[in-house]
């Protein structure tokens, strides 16, 4: 119980409920701690929609959250998955404009909401977290929100500025485990790394370090384009005009400049011995250049 593992004081009397919108991620974590710190955890409810392409970690965190604060978690779901919601509403989500977030999170836990918690005595709690982009979030969040009352703890007047290291060591200090996504350099815990709202860097990461999971969003992608036409995902936004990028055009892309890369690389290497001394090759150096392999290096855009 979080009254006991982490305050150690008794908590202020609870007045009204408190429903965290709980999305898996370090800050809807950080968020539930502070509420749980402040009111208790009697009237406290972890919302969680169920996209149906959550990674699997992203459930067992979700899971050690709610043994920490004594609270189970409510889930709702619509049943369908990003891509089922892409096809049945005949438009390709992407950077700009994503119907699954509506369709598969906000619709479900409104419909909770509108079931379990009187707007009258229910505040709503909301983990972005303090950053100028995020903060520029919370006007259209609580708008969205209403008739309920929404807070944002971690961009509170009196909440120090943390960052998503230090969040993630929160979550440490109390024996969470952070989700495995941020370990593997993502920003955020949420659609298994496959979010149709990222920009091209992190499809690229995606590629580098999950490639099963971009071959399959490229193979979704192509799918919904012989059903809708020439839509993409991404745009390419060179040169001065806005074209369809589709995420196989980007595998290529980024395939032929790290080859381009690795090539230039090995180049240097060699013409800099040649410079500097010519060695003799024994069959233990031809071993160790073998073994060295080309260098990766992922191009900025």
């Known amino acids: 119980m979080l009254n006991q593992t982490i305050s150690g004081r008794r908590p202020r009397r609870a007045t009204r409920r408190h429903v965290v919108q709980f999305s898996g991620g370090i800050g809807s974590f950080g968020v539930a701690v502070r509420v749980a710190r402040r009111y208790g955890t009697r009237n406290l409810t972890l919302l969680i929609a169920d996209t149906g392409v959550e990674d699997a970690d992203l459930w067992r965190f979700a899971e050690d959250t709610g043994k920490l604060l004594g609270v189970p978690l409510t889930r709702v779901a619509d049943g369908r998955t990003p891509w089922e919601v892409f096809r049945d509403v005949r438009f390709l989500g992407n950077d700009r404009l994503a119907p699954c977030t509506r369709l598969l999170k906000q619709v479900p836990c409104r419909t909770w909401m509108e079931t379990h918690a009187d707007p009258a005595d229910t505040v709503v709690y909301v983990g972005i977290e303090n950053t100028p982009r995020d903060r520029a979030r919370i006007p259209a969040i609580a708008r969205n929100w209403k008739p309920w009352v929404t807070r944002f703890p971690l961009c509170g007047k009196w909440e120090p500025v943390r960052t998503k290291e230090e969040l993630l060591g929160e979550a440490r200090a109390l024996r969470v485990e ?101 060695a003799a090759r024994t069959p233990d150096a031809d071993a160790r250049r073998r073994d060295r392999g080309p260098a990766r290096a992922w191009p900025t855009q």
């Open 178 to 278: 952070p989700p495995r996504l941020y370990d593997l350099g993502f920003s955020h815990n949420n659609c298994g790394g496959v979010c149709v709202r990222a920009g091209q860097r992190q499809w690229q990461h995606l590629l580098e370090v999950m490639p099963e999971r971009y071959a399959y969003a490229e193979h979704q992608e192509q799918d919904l384009r012989d059903m809708l036409g020439d839509v993409s995902i991404l745009r390419d936004r060179s040169g001065g005009e806005t074209r369809p990028l589709t995420l196989r055009r980007l595998r290529e892309r980024t395939h032929s400049r790290l080859a381009e890369t690795s090539e230039h690389r090995r180049g240097a290497r060699s013409g800099g011995r040649a410079r500097r001394r010519p």
